[in-house]
């Protein structure tokens, strides 16, 4: 039996409006009368009990509201702290730069790789600068670095707690944040250095402006929301702008002002994105190619080039210039299978996909429980918000035929979180009703089936959670079923059941995740499976045992016989022992596909050298190029970012990337190398490395300098590393 409802009563929870009219009052008074919207009518909270207690902006607050807010901020802060010294210097590439970001001030504004400003990370600097400000405080160790991530973490699950509060109360916003600091790769990024952790707070704070500005019209929310984006583009250039449809459209639609108003509102929004974003990419676009660092990732020195190629739509369709492997083209799978179901496969699903089959159910509940509610209703709105970024977002990834990692899932985290809570108890609120008794009983059932499908992919791990979590799933679903019958008590074992079969799965990912380091470009959640390497490290390089690259007889990538710059038996650059005969460092033919991430054979990317997992340099080798450093501009050259960032972050010395993270950028050419040696102004070549211009067959830039530098100069060992001394020419030179 249903309860009937209150004509007046709030479009989702079905219980009364605390204000004297409800949102569709306010459409008719904004059309009619044509005077300015009043004051946003505020949702009761979806999961509180019926009476008002918890309701939305201006309603009263349960006594335990702020207490499991303050605690929950807390748990995740610890845990995201535990153990966070074992991942090292986590993805040296971005180290690298932070230190010379501490070093530099030009290189803290260009995001440089080295203090002597040879050239650039891939992305914008925004990402780099808390880290690089927080090394200059407290010094060059792993703490510095990553603890800035940590507290992006726990500032994102404090955004998307308030964001849900507002709207569906205190029982739900816990629900979400608990459900965001659970997720496996949110526990993986926001304790590594990528630019994923900063990027994912700014969206999860633009998506809460923009429903701040649907409440009440106001501008300034806006405005807010275009800035929050713009510096989200200066993070991670276009991946920020994935939303923008969604959130566009909802406030043309939705937003209680006249249209005129609305698209006035858009442009002034449209404007402060352009500006926040933008004048960073002026301010490089105009200053004097001469002087300032070569921009890492493009082939003409153009953050635009960079933005819209190799970052933008090169990501689309798989047409990346400069990419791993010479670039390859569309569709040539080297990043994994496209399609409706890659959130799910063997690669990605135990890093995101534990809720979002229910999510997508609870976001079509929310839509059909305001589907009577006016234009303006905002509980509404706020589903379109969130559930269209989580859905925008997945499709791009899902379809994208560029490069694509695991990691990437992190930014559906808060969008996942905030439908999983909003949805669930405007359900709950409703559970008399026996359609939403069913659709929750459906949302634990798809769960609980759906993690004992990512527990079976990792047999090895904890094998009888996945029963338990199945069990005790269909346990809860068949109570919540009678949930409009049942007593309280029955009812609410029923929910708890529910809710810990739901996020046992996650929670175990998340607890094996904070319990490993982990190192190099390319990292996952979780335990490992066969779609992560199968054998506890990383696709594609980076050991996620916390050991450093180069140890328990591994190469320099964290994988066995991977080192670089010939080290340790490895492969070494372009055309040394173990390259593939079309100079790919590993490959016995150079075929890129021994190196792509995600192929779920022991060691994928083995021989990438240190082109995705850094170098491990011992001490004889620090002794030298710290020697004399002083006197040069940079105390040494290697081909590879990842390479140069081994040899800078253990020296604390300026090393010279040469091609950038790839190898494969023309920067510096073979005569401004040469210019550069007869100046005096570089010590040391290392040999070997990532990649270098054999990534794209051996005739690139890199290529030239190398062998250039093989047949000139001295060749000097030192402990396992091969350099060339470039103040000491081979007889006859």
Not at 53 to 82: H, I, K, N, Q
């Amino acid at each position: 039996m249903t309860v009937p409802r209150d004509p007046q009563a709030d479009s989702a929870t079905g219980a009364p409006l605390p204000a004297p009219a409800p949102h569709g009052a306010r459409i008719e008074t904004e059309t009619t009368a044509g005077g300015p919207p009043p004051a946003p009518v505020s949702a009761p909270a979806a999961g509180a009990a019926p009476r008002a207690a918890g309701a939305g902006p201006g309603g009263p607050e349960p006594r335990w509201a702020r207490p499991a807010l303050v605690a929950l901020l807390l748990a995740t802060g610890l845990l995201y702290l535990w153990n966070l010294q074992a991942s090292g210097y986590a993805n040296s590439f971005y180290s690298a730069a932070v230190q010379a970001g501490s070093q530099s001030w030009k290189a803290f504004f260009f995001g440089s790789l080295d203090a002597a400003n040879a050239i650039t990370v891939d992305k914008p600097p925004a990402a780099l600068w808390p880290m690089a400000l927080s090394v200059r405080l407290f010094g060059l160790n792993s703490w510095a670095i990553l603890v800035p991530e940590v507290l992006m973490g726990v500032g994102t699950v404090a955004v998307v707690h308030a964001a849900v509060r507002r709207r569906s109360g205190p029982g739900a916003a816990l629900l979400a944040g608990t459900v965001l600091a659970l997720t496996p790769v949110a526990a993986l990024m926001f304790r590594f250095n990528n630019p994923d952790a900063l990027l994912t707070l700014l969206m999860a704070v633009a998506c809460h402006l923009v429903v701040r500005a649907l409440e009440d019209g106001r501008t300034k929310w806006l405005v807010w929301a275009g800035v929050t984006i713009g510096f989200a583009f200066l993070t991670k250039t276009l991946q920020a702008f994935l939303v923008l449809p969604a959130l566009a459209a909802v406030y043309a639609v939705c937003a209680p002002v006249r249209p005129r108003k609305r698209f006035v509102q858009l442009a002034l929004a449209t404007v402060a994105l352009m500006v926040s974003g933008g004048w960073w990419v002026a301010v490089v676009e105009l200053w004097p190619a001469s002087s300032r660092p070569y921009t890492g990732g493009s082939q003409n020195n153009s953050f635009l080039e960079l933005t819209f190629g190799y970052n933008g739509l090169g990501r689309i369709n798989g047409d990346e210039t400069g990419s791993v492997g010479g670039g390859g083209g569309p569709g040539d799978g080297r990043w994994g299978e496209t399609g409706w179901d890659r959130m799910f496969d063997a690669d990605t699903g135990g890093q995101i996909s534990w809720l979002l089959p229910a999510a997508l159910i609870l976001l079509v509940a929310g839509l059909v429980m305001t589907r009577k509610a006016g234009r303006a209703d905002v509980t509404r709105a706020a589903f379109l918000v969130w559930g269209g970024s989580l859905l925008t977002t997945a499709v791009v990834f899902s379809f994208m035929a560029g490069i694509f990692h695991q990691y990437y899932t992190v930014a559906l985290a808060p969008y996942l979180a905030a439908v999983t809570g909003m949805g669930a108890a405007a359900l709950w609120h409703r559970r008399r009703e026996t359609w939403a008794a069913l659709t929750l009983a459906a949302a634990v059932t798809v769960t609980a089936a759906w993690a004992y499908v990512l527990l079976h992919r990792t047999p090895g791990h904890l094998p009888w959670l996945r029963w338990l979590v199945l069990v005790g799933g269909l346990l809860a679903a068949l109570g919540l079923v009678f949930a409009g019958r049942a007593g309280r008590r029955v009812v609410l074992v029923a929910a708890a059941l529910g809710l810990a079969a739901s996020l046992a799965g996650p929670t175990a990912y998340t607890l094996s995740t904070v319990r490993e380091g982990h190192s190099g470009s390319i990292v996952t959640a979780g335990p490992a499976s066969p779609g992560t390497g199968g054998d506890g490290r990383a696709p594609g390089g980076g050991s996620r045992n916390g050991a450093p690259p180069g140890a328990n007889g591994t190469g320099g990538n964290g994988f066995p016989g991977g080192g670089p710059s010939g080290q340790d038996g490895a492969a070494g650059g372009p055309g040394q022992d173990g390259s593939g005969a079309g100079g790919l460092p590993g490959g016995a033919d150079g075929n890129a596909e021994a190196t792509a991430p995600g192929r779920g054979s022991r060691g994928a990317g083995g021989g990438m050298g240190g082109l995705l997992g850094g170098t491990d340099v011992d001490a004889e080798a620090r002794e030298l190029l710290e020697t004399g450093a002083g006197d040069y501009t940079w105390a040494a050259a290697a081909v590879g970012a990842q390479n140069a960032a081994s040899y800078q972050l253990a020296t604390g010395e300026p090393v010279m990337a040469i091609g950038g993270f790839n190898g494969t950028d023309p920067s510096p050419t073979l005569a401004q190398f040469q210019q550069y040696v007869e100046d005096g102004r570089i010590h040391y070549f290392v040999s070997g490395g990532g990649g270098g211009g054999g990534m794209g067959g051996g005739t690139g830039a890199s290529a030239r300098i190398t062998a250039w530098v093989r047949a000139t100069f001295k060749e000097v060992t030192a402990g396992s590393a091969t350099l060339y001394d470039l103040t000491r020419p081979v007889t006859g030179s």
